[in-house]
Every structure is written in structure tokens, then in C-alpha cells.
């Protein structure tokens, strides 16, 4: 027993160690606070259950130095009087506890259910290997903005998101926020986001997809209203054309050669859809769905030879010149 | 001989078992009509069920050992953050091997194994029905087994984990041959499971020694009924899905592909269908460890046996109603998941009782502490808490945080190593003896049971932590600063230590094999029938076939077990009985020892591999596979001295 005890100090420790930027204890949403909610209850029914059994067990070996009823004695058929009480009574306690866990259960699904009567804000929010690609879906569609590998949340209000996939099935999950939902290819499904907690959360992407799912990961940031609406505005606005002439160098390269072939940056001719949307690329705070936290260096690594940083994602290495490389991070590094 | 003289003459008299038949005279004979033929051909055309599930068992090993290596390599690329000792694309194939073998070429072979060497002698038969499907269904295996790691080691293994959803499967997306190698895999091996189950389940309802009612059964083999019906309800379903995975690979269909109105979705629900039956196929066969060995060490039966048996046949049927709780992330209506949220539950009622059962006889009688009643201690103890996690991911809200995260990691090594492996491990210690003829070191057994039970509680139990802390499963690297470094390391540590005892255990299997204790005939003082034949047994098994008067013929027989006579000893022949109350029915010839069988599952082989690169494979080599079946059911020319098998 006294291995267990240490085993439930060490569990406890290193719960408390963790930071929390992903993590189901988060409960920084109006879903994970319920999950927090049903998990102590089902935590608490379940090691009162794992405790009888571990204790009726040992009591069994404990008794055996008496003498039992067993072949040596000629009365292995036998059954004490004492087995078929404990036996109704070991009945009834499971099947009481599982009702109650299983009704818990259906109670806080149907409140799930219910947060997501009235989203104020739509989203879409579609898988790639292995990226996302978030779009903000506004009633008025010219205050549609595109983004990848970040969402903002607004604190309090509730989110609907659209989940969809381009290619294999991926798993949309922010466990301080909510729970996970897979996102398909052909189907449509949705998630509800409640944020209650203004801060810095990570989601990642939770159904093996492919050769870089553990490097799919998705910064969210949950801000008060008037700092979402902030930020909102400042993403809507196209890219500043570049200032020095190695920018200039940069935006020219970006704008003419591969790049643009598959990112887009508003406001400039680099319109292409299959790849994260980089108008705003030195405002978020990572590059390649969280692989590597956003800094020059690293987009020089990033820029230079993406298949070393995250093997097997689908941009390729386009063998830059010196000069090239300096003027694309200068340009890139104004995307703010 | 014209026909009247043939009518004339006095029927020969076929030597048959009997009082005045019995003793060296009748084994020596037995020997010989039951022995294999000599040489290499003769090994491979044995029928023996002892020979068959041996090999099962050794094979199934040999694949749990290389399954380990390839988690012992993953652990050490997992032991710290931003680790690069596995690359991405080597690590999918790690995690992909590692799945598939545990599952498909070690968990349920072992059972299958185990089972069919051991349902024969502890029902009091010769051999199984049907023994050379049982041959060919071991062939089947190996080769499967064969294809997806000589694959692995050509570096053309798969990579997609080992539910391979489409369309990350299908043929976009999972590019080369290494998916089709898995699914053909998969048809191997349930081509394998579905003819031993088939074989299984006809010994168990129609060989039984007479007396043996369906109640007085041994539990180990009402689990083996329960999980060979289970496999041949379930195994379709997989067959369907990985043959329509193969269709849209090799042929240009669309079943899970989208945008032609396929359903990606459809794999799913067919491959758990089978999926989650599959979890209880490799579970409730431990369970009737449990049950064989708590009744030996506890020197009584086991209470309540009736309940025992509901429990197994309750599961086996709720086991059908759970597959949607792997798919509570797809969007399904939410009104169908509490459908399976409370079926899920509900599940654990039955083995609730049989733990109680288990307990109570433990309770009731005087255990003794050997090292199988060891593992069966740390499987309970082990097992619950994989149990009790499951019941909370039953759960959809707390399912849809920890669905696909290292806490079901955790859960599912709980209830696979602590549930399934631990008694199997008591079960090899168990019935050694029996299958080598020596006993295994009771000292080194010991020291590798205390190693595997704490070694695991270090390996697995921290990857609760992992999950809640935001960890999926099947990332080839995390990064530093989530809370993921500890439980990782500790994690790595325990497996370690679980290889190390593993290791200690085999070689105190082999050593034990030439250098062991002599076991006499019932050395733990077993009450069921198998305990009766010599260690290791005869190739007939039994010298006379067993009567059965009660649920533990051993402990009530007294001094001389009753034995029924009459069955011909120069011709392989096994007594059928009735299904429910086992009467004597019929005397039934069994099959002799064949080549066929072998050149069967090589030339069924053949097809399937190079169907993997032609669909007109399964057209060419349907050719040689029907002569080999040919040849394998000729009928033998009728015996001049034939009589009515039915006595």
C-alpha cells in the first residue's frame, strides 16, 4: 500500500508541475470546467470502488492461514452463508454507483449541449496536413478574415466553429477550452468554444494524420473583448508594401517566385490558397502550426530548409541564395 | 473376394479400448495410430493439437518480443522532449508495428493458442474437430505474421496505425505498398482466427468426455466458446473493411473515399465493430485463467459458478453494443451516444461479478502463493484501475478530452498488459509443466513477477498523467514545458524494467525446458482433466477417454477416474457426445496427419501477397490453392471391413 500512497503523491506533484497552456485540469472553458466537474465525481466513485476490491482481496489472502472449504477437508463444493449476502450486497453497490456515474454523465452532456444554443461568433476552422486554416466567418463577409494556426477568442462569449478537412481525418482539440472534435473530409462537424479565462492556450491536433501530426499544433489566445476587437481590425487590414530595399528585395522574390505560388499575402499579388495565409506571419507566435516558436532565427532555419524542421510537410525546399534568404525574413518579419 | 464371399466372411474384428485392451498393450498401440510421420514432412504435416497450439504459443511469443523492442525504442525517443533518436516517418511505422502486432499477431494468437492445446485434454478428447483446418489456420498465421515483418525489415512496413483510417489508408494518401501489406495482414490473420475459432467452438459443443454437461464445464473452456463465437461474429466485419480498404487501393473503388460519395466514416463503424468484440476475445480467455488457476492455489471451485458463467456470456454478447464509444469525436447524434455511454458501463457489471466470484473463492478457500496466483493478485489489482478508467472514457465528456491522448495509453496497456498478459503469464507458469514435461524456477519466477507488476505500475501508470497534462498518443516528439517530461521519463524507466523481467522470464522459460523439475502427472493438484494426462501429455492424450460426474472429476473421482471404452485404436477415432448434457453419440473418425494442409496455406499465401500487387493474383493463384485443397479433402477409398461409426 505504501507504494500506491507514493504513486498518488508523485501523481499529485506532477499535476501540479505542469503549466497548463494544454491541459484537460485547465478548466478555462464552459465545457472543460464541466469536464473538471464529472471527472472529481467519477474520480471519487472510482477508487471507492478500486478500494473495497483491493481491500476485500487482501482480506481474502490475510484469512488464509484458517482453514477454508476446501478439497482437503471434502468440502470444496461448499459456499459459506456469508458469500451470497456480500454478493447481493457487491451487486447492488455496482450497479448503483454505474447508474449514478452514467446519469451524471447524460446530465452534464445535455449542459454541453446546451452552451451551444447561441454562439456570437462564427468560425470555420479546416484541417490541412498539417496545419490549420482559420477563417472568421462575420454576417457582413467583407470583414471576413483568413488566418492559419491561431484563433483569438473573445472571453465569455461563445464560438461556433465549423470543423472541416482538405485531406485525412484530424482532430480539433483545445483541452483548456473544450473537448475534442475530429474533423472529417466530406462531412461537416462543429465544436462550441466558451472561453472563461483570458490567456495563452495551445491545442494540437489530437487523430494521427500522417507523417507530422505531433507538430500540428494551434496557438489560441483568449483576450477581453475590446483587445479581440483590436486585434481583429489589425488582422483585416492588408500588408504594409515594404520599406528598405532589402524588404523590397524580399517582397519582389515572394511575389514572383515560388512563395506565392501557394501563400497568400493580402494586398499584394501572392494569392495562393493551398498554404497558410502569411499576411500577418510576424504577429503570431510561431511558425509552422507551433514546430517553432516565432523569432528571426528560426525563420531563417524555417525559410531556408523546411524539410530538416518538420520532415515530410508538404513545403518544399526551394534552395535560396544568400541574398534571397536575407531579403525574404527582412520582408517577412514586417508581416505584423 | 467376390461380393458373396465378402457377405460370408466373419466381420473382422477391429481392435478397439477396452478391459481387455488397456495398459501397455493399448498405449503402445495408441501411440502408434496417433504419432506423426517421421522427419521434416512429418513435423509439417502434424495435426496434433498439442503441436499445433505449441507452435501458436512460441510464435505468438516471438512476435510479443519483437512488439517490445519496437515500444522499448519508442520509449527512448519519448524519455525527454524534442528528442531525435526516431525520426517522424520511422516513428509511424514504430507505433504502427507496434499496434498491429500486439493485436492481431500476439494477443489473439496466444489466446488461440493456449486454447487449442489446452481445450482437448481439459474436456478429455484426442484432438480437436476438425485438425487439419486447425494446421492450416496456424500456417495462415505465420505467413501473415512473416508478411508484415519482412516488410517492416525491407522498410516497406506499414505507417498508419494499426486502425489505419482511410482515407490516410486509402490510396491518396498512403502512398507504396505499405498499407496494402497491412491490410492483407489483417486478412491473413482473420483467415487464421476464423478457423480455429471454427474448429473450437465444434471440439467444445460436440467432443466433450461424456458426463461433461455444458454445466460442468471447466470456465477456462466456457471463456474459449465465448471467444470463438465471438471471433466468428466479429471477424467479418474486419474481413469486409480491410477488403474494401484493399478495393479502393488496388481496383479504383471509392467505399471511403468522400469525394466520390464514399463515407470515410464506414471504416470506422465496420473495423470497431469488430474492434472493440476484439478487446473482449483477447480478455475473457485470461479471464478463464484467473478462473482455472484461483480454483487450483485456492484448493476449491469457484463460488458461484453459475454467475461466472453469465458473466462471460453476458460480455460476449454486451461486447457487440459498444463499438461507437472509439467514435465519440466523429459528430455522431448525441442521442446515440448515451445508447453507447451506458452500454459501455454497463459492461463492467459482469466482470464486477467475476471479480467478486474470484475473491469470494480466494475467501473461501486456502490460497497458496505460488508464482500463477501471483500474477492473478496483480492482475486484479492491476486490471481494476484499467477498468475503472474505462468507465470514465465511457463517459462522453470526459471520452472527448481523453480520447486519443496518452490517458487511454494508459488505460488500454492497464486492461491489455494487466488484464490479458498478466494471467497470461500466470497461465504459462500454470500449465508449463504440461506443455514441456518440466516445472518452471519458482525463484526466478517470482523475482520476474515482482519486476513485471512494479515495472509496469512505473511504465504506464504516469501516462495518466501524460494525457491529462495534453499529450495524444502517436506524437513522435513533444515539446519541453507542458508538464510531459516527468511522466515521460518515469514511463521509460518502467518499460525498461518490464523488458528486463520479460527477458528473465524467457529465460527461465528455456532454461527451465532442459533443466527444470520433473513434474508428475498433476503437480499442483488441479481438479479439471487435463491433469490427468501425463506431462507432457501422450499423443492420444488419453488411454481411455474420461467419465465425468461432477465439475471437478480429479477432486471427486477418488482413487480411479471412470472411463468409457470402445473406440478403435488402429484408427484415429474420437468419441462425439450430445451438446448440452454430453451423452455418447457417435464414434467419429479423425483426420490423420497431412502435408496438405501446409501446402494449402502456401499456395493461399502466394495468393494473398501477390494479390497485393494484381488484383488477377486472386484469379492465377486460386488455381494451385483449390489442387492443394483438392488434395487436402480427397476421400480416402471406403475399407472393405467398413462398419456404422455409430455404436
New interface residues.
Given amino acids: 500500500m505504501n507504494?500506491r500512497i507514493a504513486?498518488v503523491a508523485?501523481?499529485g506533484a506532477?499535476?501540479a508541475?505542469?503549466?497548463?497552456?494544454?491541459?484537460?485540469?485547465g478548466g478555462d472553458g464552459a465545457?472543460?470546467a464541466?469536464?473538471i466537474r464529472?471527472?472529481t465525481l467519477?474520480?471519487v466513485l472510482?477508487t471507492i470502488?478500486?478500494l473495497i476490491?483491493?481491500a476485500?482481496?487482501l482480506?481474502?489472502?490475510w484469512?488464509?492461514r484458517?482453514?477454508?472449504?476446501?478439497?482437503?477437508d471434502r468440502?470444496?463444493?461448499q459456499?459459506?452463508p456469508i458469500?451470497r449476502p456480500?454478493?447481493i450486497a457487491?451487486?447492488a453497490l455496482?450497479?448503483t454507483g454505474?447508474t449514478v456515474?452514467?446519469v451524471?454523465?447524460?446530465f452534464?452532456?445535455r449542459s454541453?449541449?446546451a452552451t451551444a444554443s447561441k454562439p456570437a461568433i462564427h468560425m470555420t476552422v479546416t484541417a490541412n496536413?498539417w496545419w490549420w486554416d482559420v477563417e472568421y466567418n462575420l454576417p457582413d463577409v467583407s470583414k471576413t478574415l483568413r488566418t492559419a494556426n491561431e484563433i483569438h477568442l473573445p472571453v465569455n462569449v461563445p464560438v461556433h466553429v465549423t470543423l472541416k478537412s482538405n485531406?485525412?481525418?484530424h482532430?480539433f482539440?483545445i483541452?483548456n477550452l473544450?473537448?475534442?472534435?475530429?474533423l472529417?473530409?466530406?462531412?461537416?462537424?462543429?465544436v462550441l468554444l466558451l472561453a472563461r479565462k483570458t490567456g495563452l492556450y495551445?491545442g494540437?491536433?489530437?487523430?494521427?494524420?500522417?507523417?507530422?501530426?505531433?507538430?500540428m499544433a494551434l496557438d489560441v489566445t483568449v483576450e477581453s473583448k475590446r483587445d479581440f476587437e483590436r486585434w481583429y481590425s489589425a488582422q483585416l487590414a492588408t500588408a504594409k508594401p515594404p520599406a528598405t530595399p532589402l524588404q523590397r528585395a524580399g517582397y519582389r522574390y515572394f511575389t514572383t517566385r515560388e512563395c506565392a505560388a501557394c501563400h497568400n499575402i493580402s494586398g499584394t499579388p501572392a494569392s495562393g490558397q493551398v498554404a497558410p495565409d502569411l499576411t500577418h506571419l510576424a504577429s503570431r507566435r510561431s511558425i509552422a502550426a507551433?514546430a517553432l516558436p516565432m523569432n528571426k532565427g528560426n525563420l531563417y532555419g524555417w525559410v531556408a530548409d523546411p524539410q530538416s524542421q518538420k520532415?515530410?510537410n508538404h513545403m518544399p525546399t526551394v534552395g535560396l541564395e544568400p541574398n534571397e534568404l536575407h531579403g525574404l525574413i527582412a520582408y517577412l518579419e514586417t508581416l505584423k | 473376394m467376390n461380393a458373396a464371399e465378402k457377405a460370408k466372411a466373419p466381420p473382422i474384428k477391429v481392435p478397439r479400448d477396452g478391459p481387455r485392451l488397456t495398459g501397455d498393450a493399448l498405449k503402445a498401440k495408441l501411440a502408434k495410430t496417433w504419432g506423426n510421420p517421421p522427419g521434416f514432412v512429418g513435423w509439417l504435416s502434424s495435426v496434433d493439437h498439442k503441436d499445433i497450439g505449441r507452435r501458436y504459443i512460441v510464435t505468438a511469443l516471438t512476435f510479443l518480443a519483437l512488439g517490445g523492442v519496437l515500444a522499448l525504442v519508442m520509449r527512448l525517443q519519448l524519455s525527454k522532449p524534442d528528442n531525435d533518436l526516431v525520426?517522424?516517418?520511422r516513428f509511424?511505422e514504430l507505433f504502427t508495428m507496434h499496434g498491429t502486432t500486439m493485436m492481431f499477431l500476439f494477443a489473439v494468437p496466444v489466446m488461440q493458442g493456449l486454447q487449442i492445446y489446452l481445450t482437448p485434454l481439459m474436456i478429455g478428447t484426442r484432438n480437436t474437430a476438425f485438425p487439419r483446418l486447425n494446421a492450416f489456420s496456424y500456417w495462415t498465421y505465420l505467413a501473415g505474421g512473416c508478411l508484415l515483418w519482412v516488410a517492416f525489415v525491407l522498410n516497406i512496413g506499414p505507417?498508419?496505425?494499426w486502425f489505419a483510417?482511410p482515407?490516410?489508408s486509402g490510396p491518396q494518401?498512403g502512398v507504396g505498398k505499405r498499407t496494402d501489406i497491412w491490410a492483407q495482414m489483417v486478412t491473413f490473420t482473420e483467415v487464421a482466427a476464423l478457423a480455429a475459432a471454427v474448429s473450437l467452438t465444434a471440439t467444445i459443443l460436440k467432443q466433450r468426455a461424456p458426463g461433461m454437461t455444458l454445466a460442468r464445464m471447466p470456465l477456462f473452456v466456457w471463456a474459449t466458446l465465448v471467444t470463438s463465437l465471438m471471433i466468428i461474429f466479429s471477424m467479418p466485419s474486419v474481413a469486409l473493411a480491410s477488403g474494401l480498404l484493399l478495393s479502393d487501393r488496388l481496383v479504383g473503388t471509392h467505399f471511403y473515399n468522400?469525394?466520390e460519395r464514399?463515407?470515410?466514416?464506414l471504416w470506422q463503424h465496420l473495423f470497431w465493430f469488430f474492434g472493440h468484440p476484439e478487446v473482449y476475445i483477447i480478455f475473457l480467455p485470461a479471464t478463464g485463467f484467473v478462473s482455472e488457476i484461483v480454483a487450483t492455489f485456492?484448493?476449491?471451485?469457484i463460488?458461484?459458478y453459475p454467475?461466472v458463467v453469465l458473466a462471460l456470456v453476458g460480455t460476449g454478447i454486451l461486447a457487440f453494443g459498444l463499438w461507437v464509444h472509439h467514435m465519440f469525436?466523429?459528430?455522431l447524434p448525441?442521442i446515440g451516444?448515451?445508447f453507447y455511454?451506458?452500454a459501455s458501463?454497463?459492461v463492467?457489471?459482469p466482470t464486477?461479478?467475476q471479480?467478486?466470484c474470484w475473491?469470494?473463492t480466494?475467501?473461501?478457500?486456502?490460497?497458496?502463493?505460488d508464482v500463477p496466483l501471483l500474477y492473478v493478485?496483480g492482475f486484479?489489482?492491476t486490471f481494476?484501475?484499467g477498468g475503472?478508467?474505462g468507465?470514465?472514457i465511457?463517459?462522453?465528456?470526459?471520452?472527448?478530452?481523453?480520447?486519443?491522448?496518452y490517458f487511454i495509453v494508459a488505460h488500454f496497456h492497464y486492461v491489455l498488459i494487466g488484464g490479458a498478459v498478466f494471467p497470461l503469464l500466470g497461465a504459462i507458469t500454470y500449465w508449463y509443466p504440461k506443455f514441456t514435461g518440466t516445472m518452471m524456477s519458482d525463484r526466478f519466477g517470482k523475482i520476474s513477477f515482482w519486476m513485471i507488476f512494479?515495472g509496469f505500475?512505473l511504465a504506464f501508470?504516469?501516462m495518466?498523467?501524460a494525457?491529462?497534462?495534453?499529450m495524444?498518443?502517436?506524437?513522435?516528439?513533444?515539446?519541453a514545458?507542458?508538464?510531459l517530461e516527468?511522466?515521460n521519463l518515469l514511463s521509460s524507466i518502467g518499460s525498461m524494467i518490464v523488458a528486463a523481467a520479460v527477458l528473465l522470464f524467457v529465460v527461465n522459460m528455456v532454461k527451465s525446458y532442459s533443466f527444470g523439475r520433473k513434474a508428475e502427472a498433476n503437480p499442483w493438484?488441479g481438479?479439471s482433466l487435463e491433469w490427468d494426462t501425463a506431462c507432457p501429455p501422450e499423443r492420444y492424450n488419453f488411454a481411455h477417454i474420461p467419465v465425468v460426474e461432477?465439475?471437478?472429476p480429479l477432486?471427486d473421482a477418488g482413487e480411479k477416474m471412470p472411463v468409457a471404452h470402445g473406440l478403435r485404436v488402429e484408427d484415429r477415432e474420437v468419441l462425439l457426445t450430445t451438446v448440452m448434457s454430453a451423452e455418447p453419440d457417435v464414434r467419429e473418425p479423425s483426420a490423420e496427419p497431412s502435408i496438405w494442409p501446409f501446402v494449402s496455406a502456401v499456395a493461399v499465401s502466394i495468393m494473398f501477397i501477390c494479390s497485393i500487387f494484381s488484383p488477377w493474383a486472386v484469379l492465377i493463384g486460386a488455381v494451385p490453392a483449390t489442387v492443394a485443397l483438392i488434395a487436402w479433402f480427397w476421400p480416402k477409398s471406403p475399407e472393405p471391413d467398413a462398419e456404422p461409426t455409430i455404436s
Wanted: net charge positive; glycine share 10%.
Fill in positions: 507504494r504513486a508523485i501523481a506532477l499535476l508541475s505542469c503549466n497548463g497552456v494544454q491541459n484537460v485540469m465545457e472543460s464541466n469536464f464529472l471527472f467519477f474520480m472510482c470502488m478500486y476490491v483491493v476485500a482481496l482480506a481474502a489472502l484469512r488464509r484458517r482453514s477454508g472449504l476446501t478439497v482437503d468440502r470444496h463444493h459456499i459459506s458469500v456480500a454478493l457487491w451487486t455496482v450497479v454505474l456515474l452514467t451524471a454523465s447524460f452534464i452532456d454541453n449541449a496536413q485531406d485525412v481525418i482532430s482539440w483541452p473544450a473537448g475534442k472534435q475530429d472529417i473530409p466530406g462531412r461537416l462537424t462543429d495551445r494540437q491536433c489530437a487523430e494521427f494524420c500522417g507523417v507530422q501530426h505531433a507538430q507551433g520532415p515530410g | 525520426g517522424a516517418a509511424s505507417d498508419i496505425g483510417y482515407p490516410l494518401y468522400p469525394a464514399g463515407d470515410a466514416l485456492s484448493r476449491r471451485t463460488v458461484h454467475i469525436a466523429t459528430g448525441r451516444y448515451s455511454t451506458a458501463i454497463a463492467s457489471v464486477g461479478l471479480i467478486f475473491i469470494a480466494l475467501w473461501e478457500g486456502r490460497p497458496r502463493l493478485i486484479i489489482i481494476v484501475i475503472l478508467t468507465v470514465m465511457a463517459a462522453v465528456p470526459l471520452d472527448l478530452q481523453l480520447h486519443d491522448t512494479l505500475q501508470f504516469p495518466h498523467i494525457g491529462i497534462n495534453g495524444p498518443r502517436r506524437v513522435y516528439t513533444y515539446p514545458g507542458m508538464g516527468l511522466p493438484g481438479s461432477s465439475r471437478t477432486w
